[in-house]
DNA sequence: ATTGTTTATGTAAACGGTTACATATAGTTT
DNA sequence: AAACTATATGTAACCGTTTACATAAACAAT
């Protein structure tokens, strides 16, 4: 690898105006520009993004941490985090925390050891941790934080929502799933449903869900129609889980909607290709990732920034595990 | 921050002695190893990863390409190496190539830039931008590649197991998804599923599928069915295909497996949740992450090595979307 | 007592960039 | 012609580590 060393010999200059003509800086002449524009090219240089980040004190890069990549959720979120940083310059230091909290700590750990210009944090442990003293820029995504940065999807509205077409659309014995205590979103959702279902003259009950993992999902599904089994609607917790009750509710031969409506939470890619396309209440995941990146990269350039808070709306996309309603109802 | 030079300061030694606890190399006399521990401790100091790269011209990161993390077969993939990896110390630089060239080779720009130790990459232009002449360790995933580490899944044999079992479970109709001309790994299991198919009693289609995106899996299973509605059993070019041919047929009112054999290739983490659980062949995505990362850490690391290519062996999954077949058969 | 080895520590040069500062020439003003 | 300014370039310090080399004390062997 050349150095800029080499193309300061080359071009028979200093390297201070080497460095001059790559970074755009101080006077240079333009016989000289031209001088060591071709020493680059005929060298093949390009700068050590190491030696730079160590005098400048920080590089090109940014953190992202989330709970789990395996997690269908994720995958669209890091893709527009990373669309957007990929388009201004920046790269990705990527870890799953898998929401332990000593995971998350080697991580931090290792985004300020590699002076990371920023951080985008998916975890639940937020508080604990105090980013703040870290002086780096942060922003949470999928979280909110009261004194930082994030960006997160109407949780609480979109329980609401869940609730509200589900009930409109005739269901009467629902069973709503709680997800994990730990994971604010989840709660969210669930409180919104709560809320509206509180309000409704209907029955329902309650199931918690400790977990988001596949294998989990489908024991629930069964555990649900075996204790709820008059259950006629169902919100999930998220589409995994709505899947899950989809396979059981098949499996038992109920139809869908006719004798169970079932919503579901994110939208996962894969949710128009169950069958039953699952109705969902969405979170705009590559939107919200594209958004978190724009926070931290507006900080870290120092632009102005009008909200530290970016709150996403959340949309109701009807499909086949409802039923229709009709316009005039 | 604290730095080097702060701690020896604080223990009233010289840099060098500091570094040599640190790194636990030479002499360092055990009185002034705990002055020094003790330093470091009360300052909190550890060392600056990027002043430590640039001197040994490499870093404790590690370039993780994939074409497309929002393709529910990478994030396992991801999972893989970034567990195995992680347990040896190293961390992830990480991007989405989109199998475009340009991407790609902005991306091994920002991995060299970087000092990465190794590379791991799932593309297809592999061959195209010799990976070789970088002089940096990099081992090629769910990609063959001749005079290269690889990891991969036996993706022909895979195809051949496919065939074998919708044969054997009865379907005479036969539609093969080929999957993109560009995906090599698809092609493998075209190419095996073809080389029983050729052998066997049975009619069959070939029909090609250009992307493996979401939007267009429904659209090519709309249209397998309206060219060929008399299949009675269809070998899809992955798990994606595979939901959106369930889903297609479903909606047809088709029997599966009674009607149509279905059969899916990856065993993404849905597939048992789809709705009847989807039958397919299963390439152990988590482990081709971790051995690929292993390989690539026994590179780096100097140790001695069995073999360049690693061929992880693909199992048939059975699930409902084919036949059961007696035993005695 | 002299020499050689082992242990312990420090000094300074690297790694590859950026930049403050010094210096020099050319072009403008007065 | 003197003084000032704009342009052009170089020198060297710095970022925070590691390590080759130098130095010195302690101890052992002759």
Same mark, same amino acid.
């Given at each position: ?22 970074? !755009? ?14 020493? &680059? ?18 590089? !090109? ?10 997690? $269908? ?12 940083? /990929? ?15 000593? !995971? ?8 300020? /050891? ?21 002086? @780096? $820029? ?15 999807a109407d949780g609480k509205e979109g329980g609401r929502i869940a609730?509200r077409e ?13 997800? $994990? ?8 959702r669930?409180?919104g ?21 596949? /294998?989990?999902? +489908? ?7 075996? +204790?709820? $089994? ?9 589409d &995994? ?12 031969? !109920? ?6 409506? &079932?919503i579901g939470f994110d939208d996962i890619?894969?949710s128009s ?5 699952l109705s969902t209440i969405r979170q705009p995941a590559y939107d919200m ?9 507006? /900080? ?9 808070? @970016?709150k996403l709306p959340v949309t109701f996309i009807e499909r086949?595990?409802t ?7």
């Amino acid at each position: 690898m050349a150095t800029i060393k080499d193309v300061a010999k080359a071009a028979e200059v200093s390297v201070a105006t080497v460095s001059r003509v790559l970074n !755009k800086t101080g006077y240079v002449h333009e016989d000289t520009r031209k001088r060591v524009e071709t020493a &680059i090219k005929e060298l093949n240089y390009s700068p050590n993004e190491v030696a730079r980040s160590l005098y400048k004190r920080g590089s !090109k890069l940014i953190g992202l941490l989330l709970p789990d990549i395996t997690n $269908p959720f994720f995958p669209e979120l890091a893709r527009g985090v990373e669309d957007e940083v /990929q388009k201004q310059g920046y790269r990705l230091l990527f870890g799953n925390s898998d929401e332990n909290i000593d !995971k998350e700590l080697e991580y931090i750990h290792t985004f300020v /050891q590699n002076h990371v210009a920023g951080i985008i944090s998916a975890t639940d442990q937020a508080g604990k941790l105090n980013y703040q003293h870290l002086k @780096i $820029p942060s922003v949470f995504l999928d979280r909110a934080s009261d004194g930082e940065f994030s960006v997160y999807a109407d949780g609480k509205e979109g329980g609401r929502i869940a609730a509200r077409e589900i009930v409109q659309r005739g269901s009467r014995k629902i069973t709503v799933l709680k997800g $994990p205590v730990h994971v604010q979103p989840a709660q969210d959702r669930f409180q919104g449903a709560l809320e509206v279902l509180g309000e409704s003259n209907v029955d329902f009950h309650v199931m918690t869900t400790s977990s988001f993992s596949f /294998q989990e999902a +489908k024991q629930w599904a069964e555990e649900l129609f075996t +204790k709820y $089994p008059e259950a006629d609607g169902v919100i999930a917790s998220n589409d &995994i889980t709505a899947a899950a009750v989809i396979h059981e509710a098949s499996r038992l031969g !109920k139809m869908i909607p006719e004798d169970v409506q &079932i919503i579901g939470f994110d939208d996962i890619p894969l949710s128009s290709l169950l069958f039953p396309s699952l109705s969902t209440i969405r979170q705009p995941a590559y939107d919200m990732g594209r958004e978190a990146a724009k926070l931290l990269l507006s /900080q870290i350039a120092n632009k102005p920034i009008e909200s530290q808070h @970016i709150k996403l709306p959340v949309t109701f996309i009807e499909r086949n595990t409802t039923r229709k309603v009709d316009n005039n109802g």
